[in-house]
């Protein structure tokens, strides 16, 4: 018999303006068994350094994703004809104690991973990759590749004394040994810094590292094909900072920087990732109180769809 998917609500069921306000008004569940790819809410913003507000992220990504319709048209991906997708709720967190948080954080995702779920989080700052990782490495038991996109590096050995904030979680994994170094990239790096050296650590690591002003004007394409040929079949996780974006794409942010990448470069650099083994994914720092308009959140769901997309087993038309 063949396996029933679920499928997102239809505009045509139910005006996109109506229904309950899931990730593309999937189902919900808290029910793990033969779920493929999970969408998971982290509201969490205690570990930002500047504008707070990403706490509603997940929540506004999610009313914005109503827009969207299950067939990607450009890629032709059918994510829905393929995997088993679900809204799986959110990570509940300790709003007074960040390193409860943290915990928290790591203890829900240990149980996702052990169900054989992919997750997609929408974030919430980008502290939560740290105990995402922490959870994923006690699941695989290796480090993983990343492909990171981001204005900033977020290897800040600490931050007002404190090792664990939005600006530290990969100094952190790698640290830990959750990250394969030399199959991580980051890709938008921009910005004014503290020392003409800011970005050095990150190379002196392995890391692949690319600037902005070395994507202005082109297409990405060729760089992703560099990327899957770095990366190879490395259990791969990406992670996606919406500042990465330039503020005039994704005004909506904790800590905006000018010059920064297009939303098609964000989306060649997610669809540049079809074909790595992927595990699983994040969209972060979505802050809606400066997001006027919804653009932010709206572009957000998007990329965190074209993440689904990409996912192990989608099927394309």
Same mark, same amino acid.
């Given at each position: 018999m063949a396996t029933a998917f679920n499928q997102p609500l239809g505009g045509n069921e139910m005006i996109r303006s109506g229904g309950i306000a899931t990730m593309m008004r999937l189902p919900t569940t808290t029910d793990y068994a033969d779920i493929d790819v999970g969408f998971i809410g982290v509201p969490f913003d205690i570990g930002t350094s500047n504008r707070t507000g990403a706490r509603f992220g997940p929540r506004a990504i999610r009313a914005e994703s109503s827009l969207l319709r299950p067939y990607n048209m450009s890629t032709g991906a059918a994510p829905f004809d393929s995997l088993q997708v679900a809204d799986l709720g959110d990570c509940s967190i300790n709003t007074f104690n960040l390193l409860?948080?943290?915990?928290?954080?790591?203890? =829900?995702?240990? #149980?996702? =991973?052990?169900?054989?779920? #992919?997750?997609?989080?929408?974030g919430g700052d980008h502290t939560i990759v740290l105990p995402i990782l922490r959870a994923l490495n006690r699941h695989l038991k290796k480090p993983v590749a990343i492909v990171h996109v981001d204005a900033h590096a977020d290897v800040n !050995?600490?931050?007002?004394?404190? #090792?664990?904030?939005?600006?530290?979680?990969?100094?952190?994994?790698?640290?830990?040994?959750?990250?394969?170094?030399? #199959?991580?990239?980051?890709?938008?790096?921009?910005?004014?810094?503290?020392?003409?050296?800011?970005?050095?650590?990150?190379?002196?690591?392995?890391?692949?590292?690319?600037?902005?002003?070395s994507c202005w004007y082109q297409s990405l394409a060729p760089l992703m094909q560099e990327v899957r040929m770095l990366i190879g079949d490395t259990p791969t996780y990406i992670s996606f900072d919406i500042d990465g974006l330039d503020p005039s794409f994704a005004p909506g942010t904790g800590t905006?920087?000018?010059?920064?990448? /297009?939303?098609?470069?964000?989306?060649?650099?997610?669809?540049?990732?079809?074909?790595?083994?992927?595990?699983?994914?994040?969209?972060?720092?979505?802050?809606?109180?400066? !997001? /006027?308009?919804?653009?932010?959140?709206?572009?957000?769901?998007?990329?965190?769809?074209?993440?689904?997309?990409?996912?192990?087993?989608?099927?394309?038309?």
């Open positions: 409860d948080s943290i915990r928290l954080i790591e203890e =829900f995702y240990a #149980k996702v =991973f052990a169900a054989n779920i #992919k997750p997609i989080s929408l !050995d600490t931050m007002y004394g404190e #090792k664990i904030a939005h600006g530290t979680p990969f100094r952190r994994a790698i640290e830990e040994g959750l990250i394969d170094t030399h #199959k991580m990239v980051q890709i938008g790096l921009r910005g004014t810094g503290y020392s003409a050296e800011d970005f050095d650590w990150c190379r002196n690591q392995g890391i692949k590292v690319v600037q902005a002003e905006p920087e000018v010059g920064g990448l /297009t939303v098609t470069q964000g989306l060649e650099i997610i669809r540049g990732c079809r074909g790595l083994n992927l595990v699983g994914g994040d969209v972060v720092e979505v802050s809606p109180p400066y !997001d /006027t308009t919804g653009n932010t959140a709206l572009v957000g769901a998007n990329m965190a769809y074209e993440i689904l997309c990409v996912m192990p087993g989608v099927r394309y038309a």
